[in-house]
């Protein structure tokens, strides 16, 4: 990506409510390269122990934790088209534009305004019986969390995050 290009990358907003805890006041640190980001793409960026995804979505870029709100698996190693990233493990899908779930995860579960979705099997596929007993008790409990969001800024051709201190 040429600078001029970096230079017209923009930042996704902030979906209200749901910036992580202590990224408002956070300082920010180096991530990469804009150019190492383009249009359409996802890279993991690790602070310490915290893993955050970068997304460069069809709103600009964002940062969210590199963990599905399902069941902790890498988004990073999933799919983005457009603002939806796609886990890879349960097949969910969440809206980076909103921090919604698009597409809840084939094991079911609560969403996160405790309504039950209960297991589906995506089209082409064998239909995923979901038999009674301890596990399917469990995944009615099993709540899918709403994303949370670092601050990013654009400097100097390089896109930095807002990392609260451990």
């Known amino acids: 990506m040429t600078d001029a290009l970096a230079d017209k990358a923009a930042i996704a907003p902030i979906p209200r409510g749901l910036t992580a805890i202590g990224a408002r006041s956070a300082a920010f640190r180096d991530a990469l390269a804009v150019s190492d980001l383009p249009a359409g793409s996802m890279r993991r960026v690790t602070?310490?122990?915290?893993?955050?995804?970068?997304?460069?979505?069809?709103?600009?870029?964002?940062?969210?934790?590199?963990?599905?709100p399902h069941m902790s698996a890498p988004l990073s190693l999933g799919s983005l088209e457009g603002c939806l990233v796609g886990c890879p493990l349960h097949d969910g899908r969440f809206d980076l534009s909103s921090g919604d779930v698009d597409r809840m995860p084939t094991t079911g579960g609560l969403l996160p305004d405790g309504t039950y979705v209960p297991v589906w099997t995506p089209e082409g596929r064998e239909p995923k019986p979901d038999p009674p007993g301890l596990k399917a008790e469990a995944r009615r409990f099993t709540r899918v969390r709403r994303m949370r969001y670092y601050p990013v800024r654009l400097r100097d051709g390089r896109i930095e995050v807002a990392i609260p201190e451990a």
């Open 47 to 68: 602070f310490g122990d915290l893993d955050v995804l970068l997304a460069h979505t069809t709103n600009g870029i964002a940062a969210v934790d590199d963990r599905c």
